[in-house]
């Protein structure tokens, strides 16, 4: 007869035993987190590749925040308002959140890509992750995974991040407030619509408006959600309105109750005021339809001339509004696959209307709704503008691929092959005039259809569901072909990035120049007599380049995002009398096509000579002035 073993009480056996199945129990739970945590990190680095690779090449990427940047260096006053020109003139057109990260950036690394747009290229990879973190609290694991490779890469995040514009800040930024807002609905912790109030209000702060494009989804998620609760968590829902007006309009308040003598000029408002500048130009001109100021024809130019502007708008991506706006053209291998999927994701999750409405899904349906909606209508808003609901469509697309992957037998299936094969069909098609990206995507389009042949195969057996994931997994490197060009073979340059660089990949690219003004020969022929501007020049993007190029004060006069004087006639005319602008310079080709206004060049006419000898290039005037 066998004694059992016993220490102080305990039977070890039993012990041991009960060690061993909690063990396997906890290996159980250990091994899918695993997987899932790897599939992260996978799709991370991935994402971080796509954005920073080769990124020293992209320069000083878009020169008009360049030069903001760099005057905003160079003391707190300027740092404050956003100062545009070294001499604190002007301030830029958007608020100083963004600005300032790159400011920062600019102090720790240098003023140069990596300075300038490694923020953003950031802010797009933390984007992804955030994007998970919201997706996996709305939908699980397969709708998180998936939302994230989507946004991973999705071409027209991939290029916004290349640049220096501050819009992927504004995605990444939506994503944190939008899995706060589940959080806090689902939960429910209704304290924690505070925090999102903070980072909506930061969020207004990056580019006024545009991440405000969330805002009828938000509300109409709260309401159906909370029902009856929503008045009795009134003091919660009006604290959190309270917040986020105050956090919203602070820079714009401070701004606005300083006497405009004590500031910068508003740039792009026409009154001088913070204010209206949120409220109109980034704010009801961004949606209304109309045309687009610098590219609108001018009377009396000549028909190339304005052939020029139409051509210069479509190469930009603006002026195009219309319901084919998202799938045609250069916006098509851009937007047009993850738009398709997000689509029928919308589709796929209101098929049941009562979990539709007793979930997340309506939140993230009603934002990606929204969006493609109003950025078909608008003729301004251009790519990057599709960060203000980037995270939507990715989520939207992660719902597709797990509302395929639970409906059961044949439906399956078919759901499954015809979304699949209908966005691998569509992505071939949009690239027929692309000639760098054909090859690329048709080799995506075989791997999506083989992913879909899998999925048939396995369509009756434990695994379908997996596999169904798989085949929309798949067919996510149709998009992934454009973001790799965009990454490896995009051309870069020029003062203003276009926020589409599949432009380049058409079968008729633009012709871009890696630089408009001589910087090097116009500081040559004026150098530095002490006077408040080193020269004055038409317009609000050649002075950007000579800022960020050359870091001297420079005065734009002309400004061609509004077609006029960028300061009153008088004050222009004060400064060239008092000897603060040395010389003028002007572009014959925009004299000569009317593109620079009367009262702008009678100012310089009368207060300054044309200086035949001074020669900086053929295209160039040069008018000194003297006190």
Not at 269 to 276: C, Y
Not at 284 to 307: H, K, M, Q, W, Y
Not at 387 to 414: H, K, Q
Request: proline content about 6%.
């Amino acid at each position: 007869m066998t004694t059992p073993v016993a220490t102080r009480g305990y039977d070890v056996r039993a012990w041991a035993g009960a060690s061993v199945r909690n063990l396997r129990s906890l290996s159980g739970l250990w091994r899918p987190h695993a997987i899932e945590a790897c599939g992260l990190l996978v799709v991370l680095g991935f994402a971080a590749w796509l954005r920073f690779t080769a990124l020293g090449e992209e320069g000083l990427g878009n020169l008009f925040y360049a030069s903001t940047v760099r005057s905003m260096g160079q003391s707190w006053h300027h740092f404050w308002y956003a100062a545009y020109d070294p001499a604190a003139t002007l301030t830029v057109d958007k608020p100083p959140v963004a600005l300032w990260l790159q400011v920062v950036a600019t102090r720790l690394v240098g003023f140069d890509a990596y300075g300038l747009i490694g923020p953003m290229a950031l802010a797009g990879t933390v984007a992804v992750a955030l994007t998970w973190g919201a997706a996996r609290r709305s939908g699980g694991r397969t709708v998180a995974l998936v939302a994230a490779l989507a946004l991973a890469v999705f071409p027209e995040s991939v290029a916004t991040s290349r640049d220096s514009t501050m819009d992927v800040l504004v995605a990444a930024l939506l994503a944190v407030a939008a899995w706060l807002l589940v959080v806090a609905v689902e939960s429910p912790r209704p304290r924690l619509l505070l925090a999102w109030a903070v980072v909506m209000g930061v969020l207004f702060n990056v580019k006024f408006f545009e991440g405000f494009l969330v805002m009828p989804a938000a509300v109409l998620y709260v309401t159906v959600r909370w029902q009856r609760d929503v008045l009795a968590r009134w003091r919660v829902v009006a604290c959190a309105a309270a917040i986020l007006v105050m956090v919203s309009v602070s820079w714009v308040a401070a701004v606005e109750v300083t006497p405009p003598e004590h500031r910068p000029r508003i740039m792009n408002d026409r009154s001088n005021s913070a204010i209206g500048l949120a409220l109109r130009y980034n704010g009801i001109e961004r949606v209304l339809p109309g045309e687009v100021t610098i590219f609108a024809p001018t009377p009396g130019a000549s028909a190339d001339t304005n052939a020029q502007l139409r051509a210069s708008a479509r190469a930009f991506g603006v002026g195009d509004a219309g319901p084919g706006r998202l799938l045609t053209g250069s916006n098509g291998p851009l937007l047009g696959a993850t738009v398709i999927m997000a689509l029928a994701g919308i589709v796929l999750t209101a098929r049941d209307p009562r979990r539709f409405v007793r979930g997340p899904a309506i939140f993230w349906a009603a934002w990606g709704a929204t969006g493609v909606v109003l950025f078909s209508m608008s003729n301004r808003a251009a790519a990057q503008y599709t960060e203000a609901y980037a995270p939507a469509l990715a989520v939207l697309m992660g719902f597709a691929a797990a509302e395929a992957s639970r409906l059961r037998g044949g439906r399956g299936a078919v759901v499954t092959v015809a979304i699949v094969l209908g966005v691998a069909g569509y992505g071939r098609w949009a690239v027929r005039s692309h000639p760098p990206l054909t090859h690329a995507t048709t080799i995506a389009v075989v791997l999506a259809g083989l992913a879909v042949a899998l999925a048939l195969l396995a369509w009756s057996s434990r695994r379908a569901a997996a596999y169904r994931v798989l085949a929309f997994g798949a067919v996510l490197a149709v998009p992934a072909a454009a973001s790799i060009w965009i990454a490896t073979e995009a051309p870069s340059g020029g003062q203003i990035t276009r926020p589409n660089p599949l432009v380049y990949a058409s079968k008729r690219p633009p012709v871009i120049t890696s630089r408009s003004v001589p910087v090097e020969a116009i500081l040559a022929a004026f150098p530095d007599q002490g006077t408040k501007y080193r020269f004055g020049i038409d317009g609000v993007n050649n002075a950007g380049e000579a800022v960020a190029y050359g870091d001297v004060s420079v005065l734009p006069v002309w400004n061609e995002y509004q077609r006029e004087a960028m300061l009153p006639t008088g004050e222009l005319s004060a400064s060239l009398a008092a000897g603060e602008v040395p010389a003028v310079i002007l572009g014959q080709g925009r004299i000569r096509s009317g593109l620079i206004g009367r009262d702008v060049l009678d100012a310089v006419q009368s207060r300054c000579r044309l200086d035949p000898r001074t020669r900086i290039g053929p295209e160039w005037a040069v008018w000194r002035c003297t006190p």
